[in-house]
């Protein structure tokens, strides 16, 4: 667990209260926000994976405020699980909840395997600084959109849940550049650590 980490506070969504941890910056006030996506919670995938608060680490010591919400169905969180479509809608309403509370500041989108398809998904609706794509989920049961030419896309060399051919064949056609970890699998076992260095060394401090 994270020192910043606070309790869970509950957002409303589009079907009912959103389980959502809040990490606020080491450093001040927010200069930016962030709202990270879990991986699929079908095969167990929470806002306290590790990816995800590594994830939330790195950002908050960068000036954001980082929301990571269980979306529908999971933990707290009212709904049934929707294969992607209605989460897209979960995470528009913490987005839109941050900005009520910390103003119209810069906004980095960011997920984890499932929620990579997630928060890409957002990104085709709404503006961030930048999208960040971890494990992400490239396979048939997910229609994954292009991205920016700037989204930081990180994959394991040996990702045993979603290939590394299959992520390089999506990121071919759009000139798309993949940051790989060599001998890493899905969940970025015992590379954590660096995983948080590079988000630090790609994103920017705000």
Known sequence: MLKQQQDPILIAG??????TLVISPKDGAPRGIAMIAHPNPLQGGTNTNKVVQTTARALS?????????NL???GNSAGAHDYGHGEVDDAQAVVDYARTQHGDLPLVLAGFSFGSYVAAQLRQRIDARH??????????KYAMPSVPADTVVI??????????AQVLDWARPQSLPVVVFPGVGH???????????YVQRLIPAV
């Open 14 to 19: 589009p079907v009912g209260q959103l389980e």
């Open 61 to 69: 010591q960068h000036g954001y405020v980082c929301y990571c919400p």
């Open 72 to 74: 529908r169905g999971v």
């Open 131 to 140: 999208l960040i794509m971890l494990g992400a989920a490239v396979s048939p």
């Open 155 to 164: 994959h394991g060399e040996h990702d045993e849940v979603i290939s590394l």
């Open 187 to 197: 969940f970025f076992h015992g590379k954590l650590v660096l995983l948080q260095q």
